[in-house]
């Protein structure tokens, strides 16, 4: 019996260790902090509808793109082929750098991107999801920024 409340209040002590998850606010914050509102005229709703559609605001995700075996990394799943890895680095960092929750790596990552030709539709997760959308005000719903 000492032993299982042993275990029990070891267990309460315990942290679960895994992705630390972003709320939608502290996504906003954030990204607004890094001055991305307006950044080349594309509003912080689109910004966090955009982190939403490709990491579930999760700075620390990597994906594999199975079209072509490359990865996305962090927040906006900025791809290691162009943006952050050997041989082409236009983001000159480490795609390690953009899976840090502070975001300040990311940002400026993804405004150098966005200055690109194809803005925000560099990622067709945002032309399918964000760009026409109605609802875009609500990503930003009840945020105090």
């Known amino acids: 019996m000492r032993a299982l409340v042993l275990l029990f209040l070891l267990g309460c002590l315990v942290v679960p260790c895994g992705p630390h998850i ?19 005229g ?12 490709e990491s579930k605001f999760n700075p620390s995700a990597v994906y594999e793109n199975r079209r072509d075996g490359s990865l996305g990394y962090g927040l906006f799943q900025i791809h290691d082929r162009k943006w952050c890895g050997p041989g082409r680095n236009l983001c000159n960092v480490d795609c390690s750098a953009l899976l840090n929750s502070n975001l300040k790596d990311t940002i400026k990552c993804v405004k150098k ?3 690109g030709k194809k803005g925000l539709g560099a990622w067709l997760s945002w032309s399918l999801h964000c760009h026409y959308a109605d609802t875009l005000p609500r990503w930003l719903d009840g945020c105090k920024l």
Not at 26 to 40: K, T
Not at 42 to 53: G, H, K, M, P
């Open 22 to 40: 972003l709320g939608r606010c502290e996504v906003a914050r954030r990204l607004h902090e890094g001055g991305l509102n307006y950044f080349e």
């Open 42 to 53: 594309y509003s912080l709703a689109n910004w966090v509808c955009l982190a939403y559609f």
């Open 113 to 115: 991107i966005v200055q």
